[in-house]
């Protein structure tokens, strides 16, 4: 299992690009991958070939209309887990003893 974070906007659209940031959301939250969406990217959950290919779905879905694309991407394999979503916050807020802002 992996966990991927990506973010993926165009160049040259002006200084909000939430509308196309928006239709890659939707291709996410379609896609059945476990995700969280933060202020920075998303991270999806999920196997290798799964999640690479929402983030190729996104790529698609933008470069219709958009003649340059920044995207970054950091992945995090870990044989054997899942749900590490929410167990990787659940771990440090144990070490903690509180509950931290998401």
């Known amino acids: 299992m992996v966990l991927l974070e990506f973010s993926m906007s165009p160049l040259g659209k002006g200084e909000s690009v939430g509308k196309y940031v928006s239709r890659s959301l939707d291709i996410i939250d379609k896609s059945g991958v ?3 969406l933060n202020p920075m990217g998303t991270v999806l959950e999920g196997e290798w070939d799964e999640v690479f290919e929402v983030v190729k779905k996104c790529y698609e879905r933008m470069r219709k209309d958009c003649g340059r694309i920044s995207c ?3 992945v995090d394999y870990r044989k054997g887990q899942s749900g590490r979503l929410v167990s990787k916050v659940a771990s440090v807020e144990k070490r903690l003893k509180r509950r931290v802002k998401q």
Do not use: F, H, Q
């Open 72 to 74: 970054s991407i950091k």
């Open 34 to 36: 476990e995700y969280r």
